[in-house]
């Protein structure tokens, strides 16, 4: 079992920067696949972006170039770093965790940290 918990979530004006981690359990979290996803008022979760245990990144269109994503395995925690932001940024973000044991399918989610972007 693997617990995730996100914080650093906040109020930002446009423009503005946060950088929410994500605490893991597990002994073997360098080898997981961890991803960020995001869901606003009215919206399906979406993809914002991942990295693998080479940290390899993958992100999506709508926020390259803005956020990147790192892990410390040291400290079995990624962290997403977003600049730049954007109104259309707000958001609850999630992060997940996909293991060797789950077929590296996202299995283990967090509660949610909430990101609000002020105009």
């Known amino acids: 079992q693997v617990q995730l918990v996100e914080s650093g979530g906040g109020l930002v004006q446009a423009g503005g920067s946060l950088r929410p981690p994500c605490a893991a359990s597990?002994?073997?979290?360098?080898?997981?696949?961890m991803g960020w996803f995001r869901q606003a008022p009215g919206k399906e979760r979406e993809f914002v972006g991942d990295i693998r245990w080479t940290d390899t990144t993958h992100y999506a269109d709508s926020v390259k170039g803005r956020f990147t994503i790192s892990r410390d395995n040291a400290k079995n925690t990624v962290y997403l770093q977003m600049n730049s932001l954007k109104p259309e940024d707000t958001a609850v973000y999630y992060c997940?965790?996909?293991?060797?044991?789950?077929?590296?399918?996202?299995?283990?989610w967090g509660q949610g940290t909430q990101v609000t972007v002020s105009s």
């Open positions: 997940a965790a996909a293991t060797l044991s789950s077929g590296m399918s996202y299995k283990y």
């Open positions: 597990g002994r073997t979290f360098s080898s997981y696949t």
